[in-house]
């Protein structure tokens, strides 16, 4: 009974978990989906989150954990960015990372999946 009484006791007295701000003051940039979902290069995708702002996020890249390729921004808002698949993009499955503004900038890898679908004629790598 000590050691339980003693674990709520630390758990109680333990600071709350605040939400993660970016640097520039507002919420760390999230995204939640993207449309479609696959494409290839030169094709224009769109993913929604919150916290997309051109005063949130300077870039967006493509990565697989290893290699990151920067993608074309065409047009963003605070809940959506466009982007177009670089000629350089590799045939894959990637996730989409952002580069975010402020004092501290941060590369912050989202949860959110991206296919590029190989060229035709192209060997997938």
Do not use: C, W
């Amino acid at each position: 009974m000590r050691i339980s009484l003693l674990s709520i006791m630390l758990l109680l007295a333990s600071p709350a978990q605040v939400p993660s701000q970016s640097s520039t003051g507002g919420n760390s940039p999230m995204m939640s989906a993207v449309e479609p979902d696959s494409g290839r290069i030169g094709d224009t995708l769109t993913v929604q989150g919150q916290s997309l702002g051109a005063d949130a996020v300077a870039a967006l890249y493509l990565t697989d954990g290893q290699h990151d390729t920067k993608v074309v921004i065409t047009e963003q808002t605070p809940i959506s960015i466009k982007f177009k698949i670089p000629p350089q993009a590799k045939a894959g499955r990637f996730a989409l990372m952002v580069l975010t503004k402020g004092d501290k900038p941060k590369l912050i890898e989202e949860p959110v999946k991206v296919t590029v679908e190989p060229e035709p004629g192209r060997p997938e790598t």
